[in-house]
């Protein structure tokens, strides 16, 4: 059974930089042939799928919020990170980190593990 959690800051001042790591255990984030991605969801608004990083290594982004999200991974803790800058009011959301054979999806169907989520503010 693969296990994802999310940890990291619940607050985050508008034009700082915000930090998760998602933690696996029950498989490695290197086996064949799946993206570990990150997910967001806003109040009121659908899953945003915000970027992702393949077994092999290959990072991908959502063209939208390129400019301003890195995702990186450690594969000796076998842990992938998300780091987006510049973040502000509309940022607040709860993020998810998820396993999938898709890239780029927004449907939680299309994901067969996910965190429980945690919530990020980033205040007025």
């Known amino acids: 059974q693969v296990q994802l959690q999310e940890s990291g800051p619940g607050l985050v001042k508008p034009s700082q930089t915000l930090s998760l790591t998602c933690t696996v255990s029950g498989g490695s984030i290197t086996t064949n042939y799946y993206y570990w991605s990150w997910i967001r969801q806003s109040p009121g608004k659908e899953l945003e799928w915000m970027g992702a990083?393949?077994?092999?290594?290959?990072?991908y982004y959502s063209p939208s919020l390129k400019s301003r999200t890195s995702i990186s991974r450690d594969t000796s803790t076998n842990q992938f990170t998300l780091q987006l800058s510049s973040v502000t009011p509309e940022d607040t959301a709860v993020y998810y980190c998820?396993?999938?054979?898709?890239?780029?999806?927004?449907?939680?169907?299309?994901?067969?593990?996910r965190g429980q989520g945690t919530q990020v503010t980033v205040p007025s």
């Open positions: 998820a396993r999938s054979q898709h890239l780029g999806s927004s449907r939680w169907g299309d994901y067969d593990y």
């Open positions: 990083i393949r077994y092999s290594g290959g990072v």
